[in-house]
Each structure stands twice: as structure tokens, then as C-alpha cells.
């Protein structure tokens, strides 16, 4: 059974930095593709930032490209989400995500759809 369990989620001002963790069990992170999505009050979950299995390939949503940076700790099977120059915009409950399913097409990587196992969410509040 796959469970993900993010943390380092908290209250930060604006040109902090928080860095989020997603522990995995049930799974090794190194050998499935692990994704990190938000998702503000009203809206939509929306893709932040991807790593593929292996972790060749990282993707990332433009509105955090240069702030943001998704790594693997293959030694704590966790992947990580380091947040630099926080904006109150990016104030949401970030979850990370797996999937089982191979995925041939990088936009595959940025629709929630994609992934089937899911963590209950950190809450990151950015203050102007």
C-alpha cells in the first residue's frame, strides 16, 4: 500500500523560503515519477513541480520556475520541494503525488488525473 506524508508546511513572509518534504512508504521514490500540486481556496489543485522516475528529467510549472526546486532523497525515500522568494500567491495546501502508470508525454506530468496516490496536504501561507 503507497502512502505519501508531506511536511514542512507553515506561515512564511513573502521572500521566505520553506523547504517541503513527502515521505514514502510503500513505494521507492527513485523508480516512480513523484509530482508536488497546490491548490488555493477556490481553485483549481494546479502542478507545481515533477520529477521523473531515475530522476533525469524535472519539470516545473512556470509561475515557480527559478523559485522552486524538486529533488529526491533516495537514502530517506522522500521527495522535496525547496521554495526560495515565497510570494503570497503561492499560498495553498501543496500534496505531493505518485503514479504507477508510465507516462509518454511530458504534459502527462502536469494533470493531477495522472497520478493515482495521494498525501493529505501541507498548508504553506505566505504573508505580505
Known amino acids: 500500500q503507497v502512502q505519501l506524508v508531506e511536511s514542512g508546511g507553515g506561515l512564511v513572509q513573502a521572500g521566505g523560503s520553506l523547504r517541503l518534504s513527502c515521505a514514502a512508504s510503500?513505494?521507492?521514490?527513485?523508480?516512480?515519477?513523484m509530482g508536488w500540486f497546490r491548490q488555493a481556496p477556490g481553485k483549481e489543485r494546479e502542478f507545481v513541480a515533477a520529477i521523473s522516475r531515475g530522476g533525469l528529467n524535472t519539470y516545473y510549472a512556470d509561475s515557480v520556475k527559478g523559485r522552486f526546486t524538486i529533488s529526491r532523497d533516495n537514502a530517506k525515500n522522500t521527495v522535496n520541494l525547496q521554495m526560495n522568494t515565497l510570494r503570497p500567491e503561492d499560498t495553498a495546501v501543496y500534496y505531493c503525488?505518485?503514479?504507477?502508470?508510465?507516462?509518454?508525454?511530458?504534459?502527462?506530468?502536469?494533470?493531477?488525473?495522472?497520478?493515482?496516490?495521494w498525501g493529505q496536504g501541507t498548508q504553506v501561507t505566505v504573508s505580505s
Open positions: 503525488a505518485t503514479s504507477d502508470r508510465l507516462k509518454y508525454y511530458v504534459s502527462s506530468y502536469y494533470y493531477p488525473r495522472e497520478y493515482e496516490y
Open positions: 510503500g513505494r521507492t521514490v527513485n523508480s516512480y515519477d
